[in-house]
């Protein structure tokens, strides 16, 4: 297991249907180490407090194993690493073998698994199409939030190391199965 791509973003104002519309869904990958807080990443913030980050969902976590399956559904869209809004773009990570609570550690930071990603609107202003939301959800590719339950750097190419699994729990993917 392993982190791919560290992805951070600033909310900026877009147009939604001839309206200013605030989104922190547009982030890029980033060199480096970079500092993991409780809340997010340093140069990370979320535009909409009361559905996006917080202590329960400090950081979005996406497989990079999925964007082969969504090259293949929108060949006409580039799909560089953040597309889908995380902030980390991971190997070997998949949610229908993590469970809500397993804890990992990541560089010098531990996390928690919390709960799959539900996506709003905006996942649809990122990729300028409606369809995706619906498309994302039955892909049944959500990926998953993190806790931050330690503070530490992180950096892309970094192992991610499984420090505690939980049996008696509910797989991330089982939340959104249909």
């Given at each position: 297991m392993k982190l791919?791509?560290?992805?951070?973003?600033?909310p900026r104002l877009v147009d939604r249907d001839g309206d200013p519309v605030s989104t922190g869904i547009f982030k890029e990958p980033v060199a480096g180490r970079v500092m993991l807080r409780t809340l997010n990443l340093d140069g990370?913030?979320?535009?909409?407090?009361?559905?996006?980050?917080?202590?329960?969902?400090?950081v979005y976590v996406y497989p990079c194993e999925h964007y082969d399956y969504w090259r293949q559904e929108l060949p006409e869209i580039e799909l560089p690493w953040g597309m889908f809004g995380e902030n980390?773009?991971?190997?070997?990570?998949?949610?229908?073998?993590?469970?809500?609570?397993?804890?990992?550690?990541?560089?010098?930071?531990t996390v928690m698994v919390t709960e799959p990603r539900m996506p709003c609107y905006k996942l649809g202003i990122r990729f300028g199409r409606t369809d995706i939301i619906k498309r994302f959800m039955t892909s049944e590719r959500s990926g998953f939030y993190l806790a931050v339950l330690q503070e530490g750097e992180v950096a892309a190419g970094d192992a991610i190391e499984l420090i505690k699994k939980v049996e008696k729990s509910v797989r991330v993917s089982d939340v959104t199965r249909p």
């Open positions: 791919i791509s560290v992805n951070v973003g600033l990370d913030r979320q535009a909409d407090l009361s559905v996006h980050g917080g202590p329960s969902k400090a980390f773009t991971t190997s070997g990570l998949h949610e229908a073998e993590l469970n809500i609570g397993d804890q990992f550690r990541v560089g010098s930071a």
